[in-house]
Structure formats: structure tokens, C-alpha cells
């Protein structure tokens, strides 16, 4: 719809902006929302992976192709976030034996930190990022 711009709703006490309005130093929410516009492309697929896990919010969709990154058409992102305290582990049975690019955001203090400290393994009250780089999906070929 050719819209250029990033729209989010604060979840917690609906004041935790971008930037620290003191400081001017940049929040996790601000590394998350870079680190989605440089990753996530258009199309979107259901997410199947065994996860130990059943809190976790998991999205899919074909990677933005970058030059700076390295990331050609075919590659795919997943995107998690883990809400509770439980460490996850999260197997990939559609890509066996593939490498896998991690960004992953670990709070020091829980989700409202402002701090930023073929089976993955991820802290609980964490959110992050997986490139399969050679995923070779179809539907992420012609992007």
C-alpha cells in the first residue's frame, strides 16, 4: 500500500518511547523496530517449529534482500517474543542442517529494561530475530 512508516502502540504504562526523552539514547524498542525494517519483507507464512514453549509469539516472512547484509531473494526471517520468564528451545524441522543469522534483544530487567544485555535456544522475557539466508523458499525469489 506503498505506506513508509512504523506504527506501534506502547503495551506497558503507555510510556516507554523509542528514544529516552532525557538522554536521548536509544531503547530497546528502537533496536527492535531497526532490526525489523532491515529483515522482515512483505510476504507473510504460517509458522511451523516444535517449541517447548506455548507462551511464545512466533511470525514468518521472506527476508528483505540486502546488500549490506548479504541477504539474497529466498531467504526467510522468523521473529519471536518470549512474555514469560521460561527459556525456550525452538527446532526448525524445514530447515535441517541450514545457518541461521541470530538478532537476538535479551533485557537485563524484564521486558520494560532499559538495558539491552537447527535447535536455538532463547532466554525467557526476550524478543529476536532468525535469518535462514539459504532457505531458498519460492515465494521469497522474485522479492
Not at 48 to 69: D, F, G, L, M, W
Request: glycine letters at 6%.
Amino acid at each position: 500500500m506503498g505506506l513508509k512508516a512504523v506504527l506501534r502502540q506502547d503495551f506497558y504504562a503507555g510510556s516507554y518511547a523509542l528514544i529516552d526523552t532525557d538522554t536521548f539514547d536509544p531503547l530497546p524498542d528502537y533496536w527492535l523496530t531497526v532490526l525489523y525494517k532491515r529483515l522482515v519483507g512483505g510476504s507473510v507464512f504460517s509458522v511451523e517449529a516444535s517449541v517447548n514453549n506455548s507462551t511464545i509469539r512466533a511470525y514468518a516472512h521472506c527476508t528483505k534482500p540486502s546488500i549490506s547484509y548479504g541477504y539474497m531473494p529466498g531467504s526467510v526471517t522468523m521473529y519471536f517474543l518470549l512474555p514469560t520468564d521460561n527459556t525456550t528451545s525452538i527446532t526448525f524441522p524445514q530447515f535441517p542442517d541450514q545457518p541461521v543469522d541470530v538478532f537476538w534483544l535479551t533485557p537485563v530487567d524484564g521486558l520494560t529494561s532499559k538495558t539491552e544485555g537447527n535447535t536455538v535456544t532463547f532466554p525467557g522475557k526476550s524478543f529476536g530475530f532468525l535469518v535462514f539466508p539459504e532457505a531458498d523458499v519460492a515465494a521469497c525469489s522474485s522479492q
